[in-house]
């Protein structure tokens, strides 16, 4: 397996992923917020075709490039919502496992935050979209909707390895181990920290 950074300047440094077999193939897109000729070029020169793009947080995320990548690609759309800005969606929802393109991709649910929230897991690999960036929950929303995040993210992570890798929306990757030991947001609430 091989795993690519795909960094979207114009839209805050925000990362996509591709997600492809170590040959040419099929691979997954991992939250695309547009879709450049960068972009492109990564596709096409590692004879890559993308044929599923996961969406983590479909109404936190700037997907410009949905409709340009449909029309280069027979790619099918997997999240919460029945369709993205017009486009038909194979619905997924939390605990799903799916075959995609020969990996097992389990859909992790952040149900307690959001019904509509949820994070991939590929191998040790968890994409988590806008719900953490390195040391941080999510920025937006209330007080309330971040504390409701942080219990989501601390009860998923317990149940990961802490070599387990996220890649996040914004920002830089991390490990389970990282941020349940040194993400403030994440700390265990009965320690008497608060958020």
Not at 32 to 43: G, I
Not at 109 to 120: D, G
């Amino acid at each position: 397996m091989r795993l690519f950074t795909l960094n979207v300047e114009q839209h805050e440094a925000e990362n996509s992923y591709l997600i492809a077999p170590d040959d040419a193939g099929d691979a997954i897109l991992v939250d695309p917020t547009s879709f450049t000729v960068s972009m492109l070029r990564t596709v096409e020169d590692n004879r890559l075709y993308i044929r599923s793009i996961l969406l983590t947080h479909p109404r936190e995320l700037r997907m410009s490039g949905i409709g340009t990548i449909l029309k280069v690609y027979d790619a099918t759309l997997y999240a919460t919502y029945p369709n993205i800005h017009g486009y038909p969606t194979s619905r997924v929802q939390g605990n799903d496992t799916l075959d995609l393109s020969g990996f097992q991709v389990k859909v992790v649910p952040l149900e307690e935050y959001s019904r509509h929230a949820v994070m991939f897991s590929v191998s040790s690999f968890l994409f988590c979209g806008p719900a953490i960036s390195a040391g941080i929950v999510a920025e937006n929303g209330t007080q309330i909707e971040r504390m409701l995040l942080a219990e989501a993210l601390r009860k998923q992570f317990k149940q990961l390895s802490p070599t387990t890798l996220l890649f996040p929306l914004h920002g830089p990757p991390s490990t389970v181990e990282a941020e349940l030991t040194l993400n403030r947001d994440l700390s265990d609430p009965s320690d008497g920290d608060v958020l």
